[in-house]
């Protein structure tokens, strides 16, 4: 026994002369507990599910985007004789990249960081391509998601 007079090892309660738990009771909180639990299930299923959704429009539009590009592209003469290297980042920085005798063919870097500003993205991620990737949701639609995900805690 220690000094608050409980036992050190187990309970020191003789389960057999212990009255059981009413039944009821027992089933009250069960299905307090599976209620409880399909709640949140549900809850987090729709927030995943909205959220893929919103990812997949997003690939969708990226897409598009790409073949628009790519239409663009295969309309100007001549292009079909140019090849490029693709720099371990996916942008060629001329300013920073070693001196050739020959200029390198691309977009400029700073065109590219000003469509980057435009769109609303962070243009710092060119020069930290390993930085997390982020979400793309507005402020609104992040204070809605982290409302509903601070009832996961309940």
Known sequence: MDEDGLPLMGSGIDLTKVP???QKRTVAFLNQFVVHTVQFLNRF???CEEKLANL???IQQIETTLNIL???LSSIPGL???RFEVSPLGVTND???EATSEPSQGVPVMAIRNKMISEGLDPDLLERPDAPVPDGESEKT???SSD???SFSD
């Open 20 to 22: 059981a738990i009413q």
């Open 45 to 47: 299923s729709t927030v």
């Open 56 to 58: 997949s429009l997003r």
């Open 70 to 72: 790519d239409a663009k």
């Open 80 to 82: 079909d004789d140019v």
């Open 95 to 97: 300013s920073h990249s």
């Open 142 to 144: 992040i204070e809605e």
């Open 148 to 150: 509903s995900e601070s």
